[in-house]
């Protein structure tokens, strides 16, 4: 069966899954800008401070993917999904509390930040899991492209949104607009009609997690993706950590500069989901899989010529590629994903590719630091480079490669 993005409609069921998914992404964005920028201009935080809260919120990503997604597996994922939304909801009102009282803290950002990270967690296994009972498998594709559309434009939109916010209302209004977003989330999910599901095995945790583990590293498809994710996402976040120094010391651009460039990366994501339904459908799908990890290649590159020409426009350059690539790969590895796997266990086999990816950021973060302070932050470009050239070779050298259109579903 073809791999169809453009033409067919997606049947309304979906709708309200796509509607909560852009109300959730931008209340998630607009407070996770808004929270640092309430710390440094409240309570005058520092770097220390910022990371710390950083890191706070990423926990949840590592402590609680499996869990939910074992429970995605097991229960409602219409109604883990509301749970989780009412949980960022609470987050965000208990954030809007404390700022009108004038009881911020670092300690409390932290944990009400953890609470909604939670809720984050619990969205990203559940929705992934429940599209392919929502639409037809021909349509996966257009519908993870909708999904990535929403989250592209609140991944762009939302730190600009809570830097106007802040500045021209207050902390407060950030906070209010967020929680008005999440609630509305609360209410379409609440209006979605879930397929149903037969009862599940009642049997440990450890076997389903067992199970959900062997069967990514048996599949001759899945395996290679997961590698290709950590390998990336080792390789980008060993950029991120020297490119704001490298930015200021060699390509000579101040504050708003690197924010600039840091924000094409959104517009980047934008541009690629939107043209995702007629680039994807235009080649095999073994190919269009391959796009994006090519492309992050070309990306590195150019970032890497800025070690022989510095200027700034490389610099914008890479991250549009950086943005348009990848949210192709994303949309294709997820629909390769939800097809090869089995209804039943699509909740833990995605908790365990978010639980990889997240694993894999702080280590490409440490790594980044590691050689940025024994060599330098040209260094972390050259091995960045070369991570990026090494996942591109696993997909493109596994048998994704030879896809031609979509396997059949695996039921």
Known sequence: MAFALTGAQLPRSFFPLAAANLAAQSAEQLSLAAVPIVAVLTLGSGAGEIGTLAMVQTLPFLLLSIPLGLVADRTSRKWLMIFSEVLRTGSLLGLLAVVLMGRLSIPLLAVLGFIGAIGTVGFSVAAPAMVPSLVPRELLGRANGRLELARSAAYAGGPALAGALVAWAGASSAFVIAAMLSAAAVALLINLVEAPRPAAIQRHPLHDLRDGALFVWRHDMLRPILLTAIAWNISWFVLQAAYVPYAVRVLGLSAGGVG??????????????????????AMPFGRAIQFGPMVSVLASGTMAATLLWPTPVLAVCSFFLFGFGPIIWTITSTTLRQTATPSESLGRVGAIFLTVNAGARPLGAALGGFIGAGWGESACLVVAFMGFCLQAAVIVFSRVSGLRELPAHAG
């Open 260 to 281: 600039t460039t840091l924000a094409v990366y959104g517009v980047g994501m934008i541009a690629g989901a939107l043209v995702a339904p007629r680039l994807i459908g």
